[in-house]
């Protein structure tokens, strides 16, 4: 019967690294309501690591709070 075995947990790295990829940049909050990731600083770090070109610029919204946005540059191989 289909569908009715283990449900496959969901990788939340590889989730956000192909976003980066596509999206080229990611935020703290986009990585929350659409991966329900709460490390991703976590994930940038492991990505880095990897050999992955990350950028990354902070910026203060109207109401003085501070944020991160993660800009990717290109692949490991490129």
């Known amino acids: 019967m289909k569908g009715t075995g283990p449900k496959r947990k969901v990788n ?20 929350i309501t659409k991966f329900r990731a709460t490390r991703l600083s976590d994930i940038i770090y492991r990505m880095r690591g990897e050999g992955y070109s990350i950028a990354s610029e902070w910026h203060t919204n109207k109401d003085g709070i501070r944020y991160t946005i993660y800009y990717y540059w290109g692949d490991k191989d490129e």
């Open 12 to 31: 939340k790295y590889l989730q956000v690294k192909k976003y980066l990829q596509r999206y080229k940049k990611i935020t703290t909050w986009d990585a």
